[in-house]
């Protein structure tokens, strides 16, 4: 994990983050960190899903699921360039490793001051009624 990353301030937080390295020559970015909330929360560890390929077939293993949140992304995407928004907020079901499927929504953040050459994806749990 890079020494740039402000772990003290990240654990503090009380929702869910993962910090993404942003490698511009790869579409299949490095997860470098998991607050600790994510942990109590989401359950899965670096080994699990150190990036985004096992990310999106851990957290969305069914497949046509998986299909609906990247084209959900794409479109978060292309109105983020057009728009000139700092992020993608999706709601989405992600399945947890010891919870089962819970349902968040997922803010990720491009345009951070805190980490140069990161961002960050924060998770908030959608209360359900």
């Known amino acids: 994990m890079p020494k740039s990353i402000p ?3 990240f654990d503090m937080l009380p929702l869910p983050v993962v910090i993404i390295e942003n490698d511009e020559h790869s579409l299949n970015h490095s997860l470098v960190y998991l607050n600790r909330r994510f942990t109590d929360v989401i359950g899965w560890s670096l080994k699990d899903i150190p990036d985004k390929e096992h990310w999106w ?3 969305y293993p069914e497949p046509d699921y998986q299909k609906v949140v990247e ?3 794409e479109l978060g995407m292309e109105s983020l360039l057009e728009n000139k928004d700092s992020f993608v907020l999706m709601t989405v079901n992600i399945m947890t490793k010891y919870n089962g499927t819970l349902r968040f929504n997922v803010y990720t953040e491009f345009k951070s001051f805190l980490v140069d050459g990161y961002y960050a ?3 908030e749990t959608v209360k359900r009624f």
């Open 57 to 59: 077939k851990t957290v």
């Open 71 to 73: 084209s959900q992304w």
């Open 7 to 9: 772990t003290e301030f």
């Open 121 to 123: 994806v924060v998770f």
